[in-house]
C-alpha cells in the first residue's frame, strides 16, 4: 500500500473514531468554581446572620434605655409627690415630736394630744417646704426630664393607666390641649407601638402608673434594613454568578465541540490533499483513457473526494462566522438529494425524491445549508430503515404564504416517528435515537438556520409508525422568486 494512501487511511480512521470532548475538564473547572460560589454565599450568609444578630441587639440596647428612662420617671413621682403632700408639721412643746399635717391651719399654736410624751400639750404649727420652693422643685425635675427626652432623636410619649396622652416628647399635657392635638397624639402613639411595644410603669409600691410609648433612631432603622439588603444583594449575586457560570460552561463546552470540528477538519485535509494529489496524476496517465471502468471508477472516486473537501469546509466553519452570499435553495436541494441517489449504500434502499419545488434565493452559506439538508435526510433514512415497508422520503420547497418573504423546506418521511415523550429533545445535544449517533446532527442544524440564517427549524409532527417531518423556514432575499 503507497504510504500516502496509509496516510490517509490513518487519518480518516483516527477522526472517524474521535469523539466530541467528554467535558471532564470543563466540568472539573465548573465544580471548582461552583465551590468558590458556595463559599462566598456562606460567607455571606454568615455576614448577614451577624448582622441581624447586630440589630437584635441594637433593639434589645435601645428597649433597656428607655425602660431606663421610664424607672426614672417613674422614680420621681414618688418623692415629688410627697414633697407635693407634705405642706406643714405639728411639733410638740413639750418633747419636740413633730407630725406631718395635710394643711397649715390659720392657728399657730394649737394644743393637742402628743402620742410620744402621753400629754395634752401645745404644739407649734410651721411650714416643712414652703409652697415656693416645692414648686421650684417640682419645676426643675420636669425640666431635667424634658432635656433628657429632648436629647432623644425619636418621640417618647408617657399615658396613664386608661391610655390618655400624659407627657409629649417632654412637654405635659394639660387640661387646655385642644381636641384635634389629642387625637394626633392618639395616632402617634398606635404607630410608636407598631414600631416597639410600650413598657409599662410601676410606682415604688407596684402600682400601675401607665406605659412609655416610644420609637425608634432614624440610625437604627437604616441598621435594621441592612440584613434584608444583604439578604437581596446576596441572592442577587448568587443568581448573577449561577447565570455567568451556566453561560461559560455552554461556552466552553461549545469550544470544545468548535475544537473538535476543526482538528477533524484539520486531520482530514492532509489525506484529502494526497488523494487529490494522487488522483490527478492518475488522470494524466494516457493508458487509462481506453479503460471505461476506470474512468468511471476515477469520476466516482473525484465526486468522494470533492465531498469530502466540502465536508472538511463544514467542520472549519463550526466556530466562525459564515460568509454569506444568494444561494438558489433548489439547486442546494438538488446537489444534496442527486448524492444520495446515485449511492444506494447510503440509503439502503430507501427511495429519496424530491416534490414541489419554488426557485427560491435566500441569502445564506450553501455548504451550512446543505450540511443541514443532509442531516434531516439522513436522520429521515435511519427511521425508514427499520420498517417492513418500502422506506421513502420526500424533500419539498414551498413558499408558506403569498408574501413570498419566506421559503419552507419540508422533509417527510415514512418511518416509526419518534416517541411523544422524546420529541421535546430532539434539538438537544447528545440526544440520539440511532445506535451510535452522536446526536449533534439536529443542534447543529438548529444553530446554522436560527443563528446564521436567522431562519427557524423545528419538527412539525411525527406519528409512531407513520413518519416524521421537519421543516426549515428561511427569509428570501429581494430578487424574484418563481415557481419552477
Avoid at 448568587?238 to 447565570?243: A, K, S
Avoid at 487529490?276 to 483513457?289: D, F, K, T, V
Avoid at 473537501?309 to 462566522?321: S, W
Amino acid at each position: 500500500m503507497p504510504f500516502s494512501s496509509c496516510m490517509c487511511r490513518m487519518a480518516i480512521v483516527g477522526a472517524a473514531a474521535g469523539r466530541p470532548p467528554d467535558g471532564s475538564l470543563v466540568t472539573f473547572t465548573f465544580r471548582r468554581r461552583l465551590l468558590i460560589i458556595v463559599f462566598a454565599t456562606v460567607v455571606s450568609w454568615l455576614l448577614v446572620w451577624y448582622t441581624h444578630n447586630l440589630v437584635e441587639r441594637l433593639r434589645r440596647s435601645n428597649r433597656i434605655a428607655n425602660e431606663t428612662i421610664a424607672w426614672f420617671w417613674a422614680g420621681i413621682q414618688y418623692p415629688l409627690s410627697f414633697i407635693a403632700g407634705r405642706e406643714g408639721l405639728s411639733v410638740c412643746t413639750e418633747c419636740g415630736a413633730s407630725f406631718p399635717l395635710q394643711s397649715i391651719p390659720e392657728e399657730t399654736h394649737i394644743s393637742s394630744y402628743c402620742p410620744d410624751c402621753g400629754r395634752i400639750t401645745s404644739f407649734v404649727v410651721t411650714s416643712e417646704i414652703p409652697v415656693e420652693q416645692r414648686r421650684e422643685v417640682q419645676a426643675m425635675a420636669r425640666r431635667l426630664y424634658a432635656d433628657l427626652v429632648h436629647r432623644l432623636p425619636y418621640s417618647i410619649i408617657f399615658t396613664d393607666i386608661t391610655g390618655y396622652p400624659q407627657i409629649v416628647d417632654g412637654r405635659p399635657v394639660s387640661d387646655q390641649t385642644p381636641i384635634d392635638s389629642l387625637v394626633k397624639y392618639k395616632f402617634r402613639i398606635q404607630a410608636l407601638d407598631r414600631v416597639n411595644s410600650p413598657i409599662p410603669i410601676s410606682g415604688p409600691a407596684g402600682t400601675e402608673l401607665g406605659h412609655l410609648h416610644y420609637g425608634s433612631d432614624p440610625i437604627f432603622r437604616e441598621i435594621a434594613w441592612m440584613p434584608v439588603l444583604e439578604l437581596g444583594f446576596v441572592v442577587l449575586i448568587g443568581g448573577l454568578m449561577f447565570l455567568f457560570m451556566r453561560g461559560e460552561r455552554k461556552h466552553e463546552r461549545e469550544m470544545s465541540w468548535v475544537g473538535f470540528a476543526r482538528e477533524t477538519a484539520h486531520q482530514i485535509s492532509t489525506p484529502l490533499s494526497s488523494l487529490m494529489g494522487w488522483l490527478e496524476l492518475i488522470s494524466e496517465n494516457p493508458s487509462i483513457e481506453s479503460d471505461a471502468e476506470t474512468l468511471e471508477a476515477m469520476r466516482a472516486m473525484k465526486v468522494d473526494v470533492e465531498r469530502l473537501e466540502q465536508i472538511t469546509q463544514r467542520y472549519a466553519h463550526v466556530g466562525r462566522k459564515p460568509r454569506m452570499e444568494p444561494v438558489q435553495v433548489s439547486g442546494v436541494i438538488w446537489d444534496t438529494v442527486s448524492y444520495f441517489a446515485e449511492r444506494p449504500g447510503l440509503v439502503g434502499g430507501v427511495s429519496v425524491e424530491v416534490g414541489r419545488l419554488v426557485d427560491a434565493v435566500v441569502m445564506g452559506n450553501a455548504v451550512l445549508l446543505g450540511w443541514v439538508l443532509e442531516n434531516l435526510i439522513k436522520n429521515s433514512v435511519a427511521a425508514c430503515s427499520t420498517g417492513d415497508k418500502p422506506g421513502r422520503v420526500e424533500v419539498v420547497c414551498e413558499f408558506p404564504d403569498e408574501s413570498r418573504s419566506l421559503v419552507e423546506i419540508q422533509v417527510s418521511d415514512n418511518g416509526r416517528g419518534i416517541p411523544p415523550k422524546e420529541q421535546g429533545k430532539v434539538f438537544k445535544p447528545g440526544f440520539t435515537t440511532r445506535k451510535g449517533g452522536w446526536g449533534i446532527g439536529l443542534p447543529l442544524s438548529k444553530r446554522i438556520v436560527e443563528e446564521y440564517h436567522q431562519g427557524r427549524i423545528q419538527m412539525l409532527s411525527s406519528v409512531q409508525g407513520k413518519g416524521t417531518t421537519f421543516s426549515v423556514v428561511l427569509p428570501v432575499s429581494p430578487e424574484e422568486n418563481k415557481p419552477c
